[in-house]
């Protein structure tokens, strides 16, 4: 069984940053599509980042400029580097993965990030 988990998740000030790690565990074959979500307190699951297969990231509107996603496959993990972090990026970020073409979808448990004063 493939598990994420997530990590790095903290209580921060305005304008602080995070680097949020994923590292997926198990009988991992490949890295294909792997990805950031994020549920604030209204509990809707947006996407923040991904990093599909041949390199192409993207990502949320709103994080653009401040986030970056970054996968290192030797070592199954994907990070998430997050600066000039707001009070509305408060949220649980949860890592998603899909490790191979048509598999199966794999979700962390997620980490809390909390942006405050």
């Known amino acids: 069984q493939v598990q994420l988990v997530e990590s790095g998740g903290s209580l921060v000030q305005p304008g602080g940053s995070l680097r949020l790690s994923c590292e997926a565990s198990?009988?991992?074959?490949?890295?294909?599509?792997m990805a950031w979500y994020r549920q604030g307190p209204e509990l809707q699951r947006e996407l923040v980042a991904s990093?599909?297969?041949?390199?192409?990231?993207k990502y949320l509107d709103s994080v653009k400029g401040r986030f970056t996603i970054s996968r290192d496959n030797a070592k199954y993990t994907v990070y998430l580097q997050m600066n000039n972090l707001k009070p509305e990026d408060t949220a649980v970020y949860l890592c998603?993965?899909?490790?191979?073409?048509?598999?199966?979808?794999?979700w962390g448990r997620g980490t809390q990030v909390t942006v405050s004063s």
């Open positions: 998603y993965a899909q490790l191979r073409q048509f598999g199966p979808d794999y």
């Open positions: 198990g009988r991992i074959l490949s890295m294909y599509d």
């Open positions: 990093a599909i297969h041949g390199g192409k990231t």
